[in-house]
């Protein structure tokens, strides 16, 4: 090893690193989380800061707020107040467009029943636009966005008598399009959750009880037109509460299940049109429920809560690369914590981000943590591949570098003028550093890896003293 800075042989070799968890909220009332949890709950714009909203009822009802934390210095803005509404805003979710604009979209009881509301950011809010006129009950709402700046909500809905799901699109020139009703069927079908994938293609994703027992269906959209429901889920029990991620011109769909006698976390993958197996994420005599996921590059991640012997839910996470599922199940939440309903995104940075409601200190608050996407389960990733993923970006004390390559090979550091800073051998395999940067002052540094049969990627890391 050569060069000053580099330290070797610490803990990073483990599964993967995880983040304290930090406190969003602290107030007297009661902050929450959408009602099991959904993955537009937290977002993400292009510069690599993070929005979370809650609806909290520390002004009497409940309102949307809303958090974001800054990808400059890691530091969170203070709550902000979204709506002033005389009803109950309640179930927010989140998701930023290719603009950059914040969008939120809730449920609202101002207005005597239950209706979808939506509200966009950028700088500053627009004003609280009505989405729905029903008169049964609109909630429930999820939210993506897509490659063309608009986006796409669906929401449950009771105006035709039972539960069916309704979808609306909003494009950033022509505004809103009008509503339409996805599901027809004699049974209710609850809690949808949406994804978009390569190509504009839509996946939409719902619990419904049409056939009598509780099952998992989807319905995707290639531009043009709706596919039929497609049954995912079949198992003796009940399977609730899904939510889906697509990638490319595949989506993995998770949901919680009962046929075990407890309820427990499981996943099925479509490619194409080709489905696989349905299998189990967490199988144990605990109770595992409200999944989340998210997807980034080659990999997808899963979040859950579960209730062990301690009869206390804890956040669990699991990632799923390439087809495999990584031997390595991650507790996010401190022991004693009571979380539930967690949410997570994958951002620019390589980094899942994670939110949930939290019980530890006597009264419900918002939690939130973050884990590199490369640290984590490493397990999963083939041998062949070369990656190289830093966090944070900027730091200031340390930075952390995950570097593979197939053969061996070498890392650099160099400063923008091309100046050679540190120099460090790589094995084949998985590389673990961290560099902390003595005696070089605040700046962009690239960071390069190379080996011997011409693989090579270079990343940029900033320093802030």
């Not at 590059?297 to 699991?318: A, L």
């Not at 507790?331 to 620019?348: C, E, H, K, Q």
């Not at 800073?421 to 550093?433: F, R, S, Y």
């Amino acid at each position: 090893m050569r060069g000053k800075g580099i330290l070797l042989g610490i803990a990073l070799v483990v599964a993967g690193i995880v983040l304290a968890d930090t406190r969003l909220t602290n107030d007297s009332g009661r902050s929450e989380l959408t009602f099991g949890g959904r993955t537009a709950v937290c977002a993400s714009d292009f510069s690599g800061n993070t929005y979370v909203v809650w609806s909290d009822d520390r002004s009497g009802d409940f309102e949307i707020y809303y958090k974001r934390r800054n990808s400059s210095d890691g530091s969170w803005d203070a709550d902000s107040r979204i709506t002033n509404s005389t009803g109950y805003s309640r179930a927010p979710v989140a998701v930023v467009d290719v603009d950059a604009n914040l969008h939120t979209i809730w449920m609202d009881s101002r207005d005597g029943d239950w209706e979808i509301y939506w509200d966009k950011w950028y700088g500053s809010w627009d004003g609280e636009t009505r989405l729905t006129s029903s008169s049964g009950f609109s909630g429930f709402p999820d939210v993506c966005a897509d490659s063309g700046g608009g986006i796409s909500v669906v929401w449950m809905d009771s105006r035709d008598g039972n539960y069916e799901i309704y979808f609306r699109h909003w494009d950033p020139s022509s505004g809103w399009g009008a509503e339409q009703r996805l599901t027809y069927d004699d049974g209710a079908s609850m809690y949808p959750a949406i994804s978009e994938g390569t190509g504009g293609k839509i996946y939409v994703v719902w619990q419904d009880n049409r056939t009598g027992n509780w099952e998992i269906y989807l319905k995707t959209y290639d531009g043009s037109s709706w596919s039929e429901d497609i049954q995912v889920s079949s198992t003796a029990g009940d399977s609730w509460m899904p939510d889906v991620a697509a990638m490319g011109n595949e989506c993995l769909i998770v949901w919680q299940d009962n046929s075990d006698g407890d309820w427990d976390i499981m996943f099925r993958r479509r490619v194409g049109d080709s489905w696989e197996p349905q299998g189990v994420v967490r199988n144990t005599d605990g109770i595992s429920i409200s999944p989340a996921v998210a997807q980034n590059t080659n990999q997808y991640c899963v979040v859950w809560n579960e209730t062990g012997s301690d009869n206390v839910p804890k956040i669990f996470m699991r990632k799923f690369t390439d087809g495999v599922w990584g031997t390595s199940i991650v507790t996010l939440s401190a022991d004693g914590s009571n979380s539930y309903f967690p949410s997570v995104i994958a951002d620019r940075d390589h980094m899942f981000r994670v939110v949930w409601q939290d019980f530890r200190d006597g009264n419900h608050e918002i939690y939130y943590t973050a884990v590199d996407e490369a640290l984590f389960a490493e397990d999963t990733e083939k041998p062949e591949m070369v990656s190289l993923h830093i966090h944070p970006s900027p730091f200031n004390q340390a930075c952390y570098i995950s570097a593979r390559v197939p053969f061996s090979g070498r890392m650099e550091i160099y400063d923008l003028s091309g100046k050679l800073i540190v120099t460090h051998d790589l094995v084949p395999g998985e590389n673990h550093i961290i560099w902390t940067a003595a005696g070089v002052p605040s700046g962009t540094y690239l960071v390069k890896i190379s080996d011997n049969h011409g693989h090579k990627i270079t990343r940029k890391v900033t320093l802030v003293r």
